[in-house]
């Protein structure tokens, strides 16, 4: 399968990354962590000063980030200006602060040619997959960055699945306290995001896919079940 583009959204917690980095190792394609760039730029700015409530600033500062994204989905890194903020962007400031970056509509113009710009090398020669492809996750890829894309995929899942996952990733236990330590992360990053894209409701062609009741491996493989559908 030639210069497949694989295109999946959803919410916070219900297995986007994972998923995606599953399906793209199976296939043998580039994996592009859309989330992981607003969240560099969050970094970005906050490195250099920038107030987050300064739209216009913010934007111009995202414009300048010297953002280098590795697409080798089993080692998938994020570097700006030769540091590795692959970590950095995963702590707790950063989660509390990036929705702000994220509805930024200007930073979000920026970070979506950047993406296409991506998609499009990975569909021509790209250093990973030398042209076989891209699998690409986010909240509008499916509707904004990607709409052409071969496979477009919506994952969800219930709010309970999705809180007791991120509980585990974050907290190492998705017990009663660390779910309710998480709640406010995910239910609120959703809720501010969903003023600037939609990710809840498939748009028409793409296809969901609930993991609800599903494990990491059963997931990738219902993914991979609507690849190899398109035929």
Same mark, same amino acid.
């Not at 809180?163 to 998705?174: F, K």
């Given at each position: 399968?030639? $210069?497949?583009?694989?295109?999946?959204? #959803?919410?916070?917690?219900?297995?986007?990354?994972?998923?995606?980095? #599953?399906?793209?190792?199976?296939?043998?394609? *580039?994996?592009?962590?859309?989330?992981?760039?607003?969240?560099?730029?969050?970094?970005?700015?906050?490195?250099? /000063?920038?107030? &987050?409530?300064?739209?216009?600033?913010?934007?111009?500062? =995202?414009?300048?980030? %010297? &953002?280098?994204?590795?697409?080798? %989905?089993?080692?998938?890194?994020?570097?700006? /200006?030769? !540091?590795?903020?692959?970590?950095?962007?995963?702590?707790? *400031?950063?989660?509390? $602060?990036?929705?702000?970056?994220?509805?930024? &509509?200007?930073?979000?113009?920026?970070?979506?040619?950047?993406?296409?710009?991506?998609?499009? $090398?990975?569909?021509?020669?790209?250093?990973?997959?030398?042209?076989? /492809?891209? @699998?690409?996750?986010?909240?509008?890829? !499916? !509707?904004?960055?990607? %709409?052409?894309?071969?496979?477009? =995929?919506?994952?969800?899942?219930?709010?309970?699945?999705?809180?007791?996952?991120?509980?585990?990733? @974050?907290?190492?236990?998705?017990?009663?306290?660390?779910?309710?330590?998480?709640?406010?992360?995910?239910?609120?990053? +959703?809720? +501010?995001?969903?003023? =600037?894209?939609?990710?809840?409701?498939? *748009?028409? #062609?793409?296809?969901? @896919?609930?993991?609800?009741?599903?494990?990491? %491996?059963?997931?990738?493989?219902?993914? &991979?079940? @609507?690849?190899?559908?398109? /035929?």
């Amino acid at each position: 399968m030639n $210069a497949l583009v694989v295109a999946i959204d #959803g919410p916070s917690g219900s297995g986007k990354s994972s998923v995606s980095k #599953g399906v793209a190792r199976a296939l043998g394609l *580039a994996y592009l962590d859309t989330g992981a760039m607003y969240r560099a730029a969050t970094w970005w700015c906050l490195d250099r /000063g920038v107030d &987050l409530a300064d739209q216009p600033a913010v934007a111009d500062a =995202v414009r300048a980030m %010297p &953002l280098v994204m590795g697409v080798d %989905p089993s080692a998938p890194t994020v570097t700006v /200006g030769g !540091t590795d903020v692959g970590a950095a962007i995963r702590e707790t *400031a950063i989660s509390a $602060a990036v929705s702000a970056v994220a509805t930024n &509509l200007a930073v979000r113009d920026e970070l979506r040619r950047l993406q296409r710009a991506a998609i499009d $090398a990975e569909r021509a020669s790209g250093s990973f997959s030398e042209g076989r /492809g891209i @699998v690409a996750e986010g909240r509008d890829i !499916t !509707t904004v960055v990607a %709409p052409d894309a071969d496979v477009r =995929v919506l994952l969800t899942a219930s709010e309970e699945a999705r809180l007791a996952r991120r509980a585990l990733d @974050v907290h190492g236990s998705a017990d009663a306290a660390s779910v309710e330590a998480t709640r406010d992360q995910v239910l609120r990053r +959703d809720a +501010d995001d969903s003023m =600037v894209v939609q990710f809840h409701t498939a *748009a028409d #062609g793409v296809v969901t @896919v609930d993991s609800s009741q599903l494990d990491l %491996p059963q997931t990738i493989e219902a993914v &991979l079940s @609507v690849v190899r559908a398109r /035929g």
